[in-house]
T-cell receptor, first 114, second 109 residues
Framework: ETGVTQTPRHLVMGMTNKKSLKCEQH?????MYWYKQSAKKPLELMFV???????ENNSVPSRFSPECPNSSHLFLHLHTLQPEDSALYLC?????????????FGQGTRLTVV | DAKTTQPTSMDCAEGRAANLPCNHS???????VYWYRQIHSQGPQYIIH???NNETNEMASLIITEDRKSSTLILPHATLRDTAVYYC??????????FGAGTRLTVKP
């Protein structure tokens, strides 16, 4: 238990569906992140939020839409996804985005697009 | 471009020390060395980090060479549950945290 909770753990969706991934952290952290991990590939940073403001968008397609209503919650809204978007989506949080702060990860949402 | 080089895989006998090397020859003065591990299909788990000095916590020890161009993560008494992919990352800030392929450590009975 890392203090970062992701729901759902598994999700299967069709290419025309709209779904959302949720992340909640109970660590009092100010920064939250979305990562994508495709099969046989390294983790890829997608988005960074610091104090609810988006500070990084790593050239992510617009079919992925993040939302950070407060420092404890982070969402990833999904629409018209492609099968190649199937992956493990990981949320992380840290106390700030600085150099001497470790990030804690959730267990991830395993997404399958059919 | 993960800035680090790690062996693809390593084996270790249960109960023995596991020494995982990492080369980071282009590290700059303000970059920290972080280690995470990922057990199959779970989120990465933070292990330890350091800047210049050697560090130890309840999970592991981190030995950084004096020139900071390489480091070694030491798991003093490896167990079967330590089987995972271990990532060495050098970074200035969390937004710069890029994961490479890591080292797949297999602890054998």
């Amino acid at each position: 238990e890392t203090g970062v909770t992701q729901t759902p753990r598994h999700l299967v969706m069709g290419m025309t569906n709209k779904k959302s991934l949720k992340c909640e952290q109970h660590l009092g952290h100010n920064a939250m992140y979305w990562y994508k991990q495709s099969a046989k590939k390294p983790l890829e940073l997608m988005f960074v939020y610091n104090f609810k403001e988006q500070t990084e968008n790593n050239s992510v397609p617009s079919r992925f839409s993040p939302e950070c209503p407060n420092s404890s919650h982070l969402f990833l809204h999904l629409h018209t996804l492609q099968p190649e978007d199937s992956a493990l989506y990981l949320c992380a949080s840290s106390q700030g985005t600085g150099q001497n702060t470790e990030a804690f990860f959730g267990q991830g949402t395993r997404l399958t697009v059919v | 471009d993960a800035k680090t080089t790690q062996p693809t895989s390593m084996d270790c006998a249960e109960g023995r020390a596991a020494n995982l090397p990492c080369n980071h020859s282009t590290i700059s003065g303000n970059e920290y060395v972080y280690w995470y591990r990922q057990i199959h299909s779970q989120g990465p788990q933070y292990i330890i980090h350091g800047l210049k000095n050697n560090e130890t916590n309840e999970m592991a020890s981190l030995i950084i060479t004096e020139d900071r161009k390489s480091s070694t993560l030491i798991l003093p008494h490896a167990t079967l549950r330590d089987t995972a992919v271990y990532y060495c990352i050098v970074r200035v800030a969390n937004i710069d945290m890029r994961f490479g392929a890591g080292t797949r450590l297999t602890v054998k009975p």
